[in-house]
């Protein structure tokens, strides 16, 4: 009988439930018509659907990025991307691009349009955005007929994110369909290069109409037809693309869309309530901020609450959130609970969103480094085999490394092979560059300036902290690694070893530094999976068509000096590990210091030439004084730093790093010479808190900014034991909350594997199965312009927002390591 009341009450319970929930989904409305208008950030706009026309450019540097042409925002996600007139059915990341020529606001009439070209064609046309009649009009306009090469060719298309569309459908004409979750259709061979062949061709597409926040109609207004194609038979980071041909012929309105969403009427984004999803130390600032929806009325309450051990929750502390303001284009509150130092889980509610939990403890970062220095840097070392557990991340990669790259004007990754001067020929293999190094990031290459930062962070990290922590065999003999099996020997110096190995075989076999290696075909470029299987590791006969990697070998005061600054570190740690090594590693740094000094370098390649040229190399060359006066303690050496210390200084903002470092070596005069400069540093830190609601500097051009955030915490550090009274430790703590979690668009770790709800998708050379690598640090939110804050969870290909770079997990280590020194 109590079975029975129990099962009785359920169903009456489900029953409510339901009502409820049908009852509340009527009260939701959804609108058919857009009533957009043209805002004054310079894009078109209403409640829960925004139309971007060329807010952001292509990507210069790596052309396709899918952040660029015409772009919708519908409920707050970015789900199309790449409206614009291309010449394939699925565009690739090289594909050609048009070139931006001008872009006209007419606020009066509700449009933008833009005046693009394809030189190699002479095709020049506009591309209108247009607002009225209660829908987004996209259109070509042309004043001569396509070319004839461009006949069936170009096509005015769109791109649309697979994992928003994902378990829905669409209907094509009244014929129905699914978004396949892989793609599933059949390609043909044009032009001797496989194209997918369309999924559905029709007049009119409902996309998504099952789902009234992701529902999209898309009509062809004129003659010509639609087409949906699945790009992801070209290419793992292909998306859905709608297609209409370009007639041939005609001038004028050549093709046009009408484009209607489904808006909820009233529509509010969820509250982020950004926090450290790895938690809090007892004594640290601990401040959550909630990002609201501008038209979000912000409530008067906000909860701290206590998970017991038995399960049951308590409220804590409860306040009302300070109004911080708008930044981008959301609202933000702070809720500060610093008071709060008790030992325990906990999790912030507001507007009945409750958080992941996290802990408040004097332990909290005592582990969250151990993924990043455990699996992500073994992963990424080059060279060797890697194995974790039942696990084979890679094989040993790249034993025919390298071959001296031949004369280029251009490299599909930025880089550019200038007049060869060594003692190498084009494509002749160069021993002693198959050892060391690691993958730069979501790729394969190694470039010599990412080697000498990690090396000169983790040579920092041994100096300053010891960090002796052993969990994995390395084994550069047998090129062999197995994480979580220790050996005995420190993680961090076998890393430096690594480092080192590759920076000294390069010396070795030009005489000076080098760029790096990269790929010598594109196909290789692109590869996804195990690195083994990228070359076929036997070395080339240069007459065939060599898959061995080519080194770049120009010669640069900059990378000669970053290596001289990296060997002349290191060769202090290895003392006592690896002698020979540090022996070599010293040798070849006084050997790079003579050579700038005898000779001129070639200038740097242009992509790092950020700074002045001849700036940045007099602030390397006195670093280099710096770490070879305090290897050697040879007179010359510091003399040559007493000399430029002066120059140095007064660059102090980009140099704020190394004069952070120096303080504690230098005399007490120094100190006082640089203490105004650390005052103007800390007003800077404490205008931060008025630029925006996080309180760390948020990069808000191109690439996201997690690099520089976790560099400015660990420069704050170092700060702080000189100046503990300018610098505040709160500007130490920050980054990490940052990083973990406090941070604008959604609050996830960006540490992935590490806190309670981490990174689960990145861009790492697994990115295909759309999954992670323990460890890896993504670059973070990037700000698209004007005002669209942006970090994907559900879709990896992404680089400026996904991609692991890997002197970022260095950074990272050092900073964790950094502020558990100032907890004990």
């Known amino acids: 009988m109590k079975y029975k009341f129990l099962k009785n009450t359920c169903y009456i319970l489900v029953i409510i439930c339901c009502c409820a929930m049908i009852s509340c989904s009527k009260n939701v409305q959804y609108l058919q018509s857009n009533n957009l208008v043209l805002n004054d950030s310079g894009y078109f706009e209403t409640r829960g659907l925004n139309y971007f026309v060329f807010s952001n450019m292509y990507d210069a540097a790596f052309d396709d990025s899918k952040v660029s042409a015409v772009e919708i925002i519908h409920h707050g996600i970015r789900t199309a991307t790449n409206g614009d007139v291309r010449l394939n059915s699925a565009p690739g990341q090289w594909d050609p691009l048009p070139v931006f020529v001008e872009r006209k606001i007419d606020s009066i009439n509700n449009r933008i349009e833009i005046t693009l070209n394809y030189p190699k064609y002479d095709f020049t046309y506009r591309l209108a955005g247009e607002a009225r009649d209660g829908a987004f009009f996209l259109s070509v306009i042309t004043d001569q007929p396509i070319p004839a090469a461009l006949e069936g060719v170009a096509g005015l298309n769109m791109e649309f994110f697979p994992p928003v569309f994902w378990e829905h459908s669409f209907v094509m004409d009244n014929r129905g369909g699914l978004f396949p979750v892989s793609a599933a259709n059949s390609s043909k061979i044009i032009n001797g290069q496989a194209e997918p062949k369309s999924i559905a061709e029709g007049k009119k597409i409902e996309i998504a109409p099952d789902e009234p926040l992701k529902h999209l109609t898309i009509t062809a207004t004129d003659d010509n037809k639609l087409q949906l194609f699945d790009g992801r038979t070209r290419q793992q ?152 557990a039942y696990r084979v991340w890679h094989g040993a990669s790249h034993l025919d490394d390298a071959l001296q790259a031949p004369e280029t004007n251009t490299h599909w990754d930025g880089w550019r092979q200038g007049k060869i001067s060594g003692k190498y020929k084009a494509l002749q293999h160069v021993p002693g560059l198959n050892v060391g190094g690691w993958f730069d990031a979501g790729d394969f290459d190694i470039q010599t300036p990412r080697q000498q930062t990690i090396v000169d962070d983790f040579t920092q990290l041994w100096e300053t902290f010891g960090t002796d922590r052993d969990e994995n065999t390395i084994n550069q003999k047998t090129r062999y690694v197995d994480i979580h099996v220790p050996d005995g020997k420190p993680d961090v110096l076998q890393q430096i070893e690594h480092g080192v190995l590759q920076l000294a075989g390069q010396v070795n076999a030009f005489g000076h530094a080098i760029l790096g290696i990269n790929e010598s075909h594109l196909y290789q470029y692109r590869h996804l999976g195990d690195a083994l299987t990228k070359t076929d590791n036997v070395v080339s006969n240069p007459k065939s ?226 999954t992670f690598i323990p460890g890896g640090i993504v670059p973070g939110v990037r700000i698209l312009k004007p005002d669209f804050p942006e970090n994907r969870d559900d879709y990896p290909f992404h680089w400026s927002e996904n991609e692991y770079v890997v002197d970022v997990a260095s950074e990272f280590i050092l900073l964790v390591n950094a502020v558990n020194s100032l907890s004990k």
Request: aromatic residues 12%; charged residues 25%.
């Open 545 to 770: 068509d060599p898959d061995d990697r080519w080194a770049f070998t120009n010669r640069s005061p900059i990378l000669n000096y970053g290596s001289t600054i990296s060997l002349a570190a290191s060769s202090r740690a290895l003392k006592g590990y690896n002698d020979a090594l540090s022996r070599e590693a010293l040798s070849l740094a006084e050997m790079l210091w003579k050579s700038e000094h005898i000779g001129k370098s070639e200038e740097m390649p242009q992509m790092w030439g950020r700074f002045n040229p001849a700036e940045y190399v007099k602030t390397l060359e006195c670093r280099a004084a710096y770490e070879l006066w305090i290897s050697t303690e040879k007179d010359v050496y510091k003399n040559s730093l007493d000399t430029l210390l002066s120059f140095v200084i007064n660059q102090f903002d980009r140099n704020i790093d190394f004069l952070a470092r120096i303080i504690p070596l230098m005399s007490p005069e120094f100190k006082e010479q640089i203490k105004p400069h650390i005052k103007q540093y800390a007003e800077k830190l404490a205008e931060i808190d008025s630029q925006n609601p996080f309180g760390v500097d948020i990069t808000e051009r191109g690439w996201a900014g997690n690099h520089a955030i976790l560099k400015q915490g660990f420069t704050n550090y170092l700060l702080r034991q000189s100046f503990p009274e300018l610098i505040d430790i709160k500007y130490v703590y920050r980054p990490l909350n940052y990083i973990f979690g406090c941070h604008p668009y959604h609050n996830l770790s960006f540490v992935s594997g590490v806190g309670a709800q981490p990174k689960k998708i990145a861009y790492g050379n697994n990115r295909a199965d759309f």
């Open 237 to 388: 980071n292909g998306n859905f693309v709608l297609r209409t041909l370009l007639p041939a012929g005609k001038t004028g309105k050549i093709a046009e869309w009408r484009i209607t969403a489904e808006t909820q009427e009233n529509w509010l984004r969820t509250p982020n309530i950004a926090h450290s999803q790895a938690g809090y130390l007892p004594e640290q600032e601990k401040i959550a901020v909630i990002e609201l929806d501008k038209n979000d009325k912000p409530l008067s309450k906000v909860s701290l609450l206590k998970i017991n051990n038995d399960g049951s929750v308590q409220k804590i502390l409860t306040a009302k959130p300070k109004v911080w303001g708008i930044y981008t284009r959301y609202n933000y509150l702070q809720f500060d609970f610093s008071q709060i130092s008790e030992t325990g889980i906990y999790a912030v509610e507001y507007a009945g969103q409750r958080t992941a939990p996290f802990p408040i403890s004097s332990d909290v970062y005592e582990r969250v480094w151990y993924p990043s220095l455990d699996v992500f840097m073994a992963v990424q070392m080059d060279h060797v085999f890697v194995r974790d």
